[in-house]
């Protein structure tokens, strides 16, 4: 059990967060990569199963590293992080569609722009208040 004497600060935890969010986007960005380009799965598609495997490495990072939320059980994160995570998918996938269909800018490119916002303004704000709270 963790006491909040060793929570780390807030700034502490952005930074945490960034380190755990560059970690899962990287995960996220090379398999995007796998799916699309070497097994030619459709970029959408491809977009959905990196999200998904870099959601999984940012939870646990999120729980054991940035936010040291080992109090709470790991089932109820989980489902808090899914809620979250579901909608970091949909903003990630829909946004890398629009930049790339609308904004004719290459899907590679549309992902690292979105995948960018949808972190800063999205992701930490909801896993700070409402996942590992």
């Known amino acids: 059990m963790t ?15 960034q380190l755990a969010a560059f970690t899962g986007s990287a995960v996220d960005f090379l398999a995007f990569l796998f799916f699309s380009e070497v097994l030619n ?23 054991y590293w940035v936010f040291l939320a080992t109090e709470s059980k790991m089932r109820y994160q989980a489902v808090r992080y899914s809620i979250v995570s579901l909608g970091s998918l949909l903003l990630n996938t829909a946004g890398v569609y629009l930049l790339t ?6 899907p590679i490119y549309s992902k690292l722009i979105v995948g960018f916002l949808v972190g800063v303004f999205y992701n930490f704000i909801l896993q700070k208040t409402f996942v590992y709270k």
């Open 3 to 17: 006491n909040d004497a060793q929570k780390p600060s807030l700034f502490q935890s952005f930074i945490r967060a």
């Open 41 to 63: 799965i459709w970029y959408v598609y491809a977009t959905a199963l990196g999200a998904l495997l870099g959601a999984i490495t940012n939870f646990l990072l999120g729980r």
């Open 101 to 106: 269909e609308y904004g004719m800018i290459h």
